[in-house]
């Protein structure tokens, strides 16, 4: 019997998968435990393997397509098996919810025989059966049209509430629509470079395979509210007769509000030419950029300009400025499935958990001498970022609040130290985790962070190594960066900033002498940690780290 390979969950945070590479195609033979290919999550990029014995007989996803978890990907079976009855059994689990859904498109079609029923389809019947219209809105006080920019989906893409449909050229700016809906783009109503009056309809979402026809056919008569016919009539009242007409009354208005496409205001502005004297080839009168690359002055209004300025050039010697040619260039690349997680995680951690943040300088004289000494003895290199972690897991012991989780409806208290080591990678950023690292001694801890380091960069980590995470530390001090703030990594309280050590002035004995102080910043979740919770880790983290050998003890 043909088995399904679904897109498996390779993290916690996974939620859909690029297949970087097929290393087997349709017609080869695998058996279990053989790779299959190489699918790039949130995190790295893993290895796919078969459970199955048989032969490929379907391949769903094209290398560099992305998909979502249990998303069919692969049919293996029996050479020659006929592979489709197993896919069809597939999309027959979703025929119910397809058959419910196209039932209200099914009433709705005797509306199609008779007119006056026709006429009558409104936003809010269409929003009955799960289809939204959305319709051009009103981006600014002096808006009564708007032209599509740019599209950023087609007709047949799926859309989510929050993804951009659309770029919107105003009177003002260029502004991004949203759809607010969630979908299939069914039928897009005004195309690229093309104007819609404000509460025109742009596009419409809803289920796949929904009928709109009967909506469409009728137009937006019967949906237009009685303000806004009154609106239209009244710029159609004002509405000059010719694109000369409409040249004339423009000075009235002031520049500002002159039709006029943003990059046709940035060259005429650069050139120095007054938009109320060009005349626009485009809809409405609007001026687009061949309108300014084509415009003349006239001679009469040169020749006195000309007689104006000669005189000063005569007095002063002019500059001469000399030309310079300059290329624009630019280099685009797709937004890799780690960097999309981190920018999401991020943004939630930083907009949702109220961020406070606390500063601390450490002297770190004693650290560079019991590091000195203990690098004598210890199998591998101990580095101060060792130091650090190792004296905020036994800081951490004594401090729990600090140790501990935001779960929405209670808060955890962990037991158990983890502390998360933030990695850069190529991509992004990875946060492999050392365990109970309280108990744990320095030179274990080096070897540790050293294996996880060299493992993120040739993505090898495993969604093991980077789940359980209590608290996280995130050190740039290598880079030099003296001190900076942290976005917490959620679900943790708490993250460590840890700057590098600098050589500065300091008052010992009531002497300003040479020493080496290191900036610590932590970010503290305040629905978990308090100010004082949080003065009080960092006071035991100064003692620590200022008398090394109490991480001994």
């Not at 609106?231 to 039709?259: F, I, M, Y």
Request: aromatic share 4%; hydrophobic share 45%; charged share 25%.
């Amino acid at each position: 019997m043909a088995e399904i390979v679904r897109m498996p969950k390779m993290s916690d945070t996974m939620t859909e998968g690029v297949m970087a590479k097929w290393h087997k195609k349709v017609g080869d033979k695998v058996k279990s435990g053989d790779v299959m290919a190489e699918v790039e999550t949130d995190k790295a990029t893993m290895d796919l393997e078969s459970y199955w014995d048989g032969t490929i007989l379907y391949i769903g996803v094209e290398e560099g397509q992305s998909v979502p978890v249990d998303a069919v990907i692969a049919v293996i079976g029996k050479e020659g098996e006929d592979y489709k009855a197993a896919l069809a059994a597939e999309e027959g689990a979703a025929a119910p919810k397809a058959e419910a859904e196209t039932k209200p498109a099914e009433t709705a079609a005797p509306v199609e025989d008779k007119k006056e029923a026709t006429a009558g389809i409104t936003d809010a019947d269409l929003e009955k059966i799960g289809v939204t219209v959305i319709r051009m809105p009103l981006l600014s006080d002096t808006m009564t049209e708007g032209v599509i920019a740019e599209w950023h989906k087609k007709v047949g893409d799926k859309v989510k509430n929050d993804d951009i449909l659309a770029d919107v050229e105003t009177d003002k700016a260029t502004m991004e629509v949203m759809g607010y809906a969630d979908g299939t783009l069914l039928h897009i109503g005004v195309e690229k470079g093309a104007a819609a009056k404000v509460n025109g309809i742009m596009a419409i979402v809803g289920p796949e395979g929904t009928d709109i026809s009967a909506f469409l056919k009728q137009g937006d008569a019967p949906v237009a509210a009685a303000a806004d016919k009154k609106a239209d009539a009244a710029v159609a009242e004002s509405a000059p007769a010719s694109v000369a007409a409409e040249t004339t009354a423009a000075p009235a208005e002031g520049s500002d509000r002159v039709k006029a496409s943003p990059l046709a205001k940035r060259i005429a502005k650069d050139k120095g030419i007054d938009l109320a004297k060009v005349a626009g080839s485009a809809d409405g009168g609007r001026i687009i950029k061949k309108d300014i690359e084509n415009f003349k002055p006239a001679a009469e209004a040169a020749a006195p300009q000309a007689a104006a300025s000669a005189a000063p050039a005569e007095k002063s010697a002019s500059v001469n400025i000399p030309a310079f040619v300059g290329v624009e260039k630019y280099t685009e690349k797709p937004v890799t499935q780690m960097r999309k997680v981190i920018a999401k995680r991020l943004a939630e951690s930083l907009f949702t958990a109220p961020h406070f943040y606390l500063t601390m300088a450490i002297d770190m004289d004693g650290a560079i001498a019991a590091r000195t000494k203990i690098n004598e003895y210890s199998p591998v290199k101990i580095s101060f970022n060792d130091m650090v972690l190792k004296a905020t897991a036994i800081a951490l012991k004594q401090h729990p609040n600090v140790n501990s989780s935001w779960l929405g409806d209670k808060i955890r208290y962990n037991e158990h130290v983890n502390i998360g080591v933030a990695v850069a990678v190529e991509d992004g950023l990875l946060v492999p985790v050392v365990r109970f690292a309280d108990g744990k001694s320095l030179s274990h801890i080096s070897a540790e962070v050293k294996d996880f380091a060299q493992r993120a960069k040739a993505k090898k980590l495993q969604p093991s190594d980077w789940e359980g995470s209590t608290f996280t530390i995130s050190n740039l001090g290598m880079f030099g960066i003296e001190e900076f703030t942290a976005i917490i990594n959620p679900p943790d309280a708490c993250i460590l900033a840890i700057g590098g050590i600098s050589q500065v002035p300091v008052v010992k004995n009531g002497a300003v002498v040479p020493g080496n102080v290191m900036k610590v910043t932590l970010s503290c979740d305040h629905r978990v940690v308090d100010g004082a919770t949080g003065s009080a880790f960092l006071q035991t983290l100064k003692a620590l780290l200022e008398e090394p050998v109490r991480l001994l003890v």
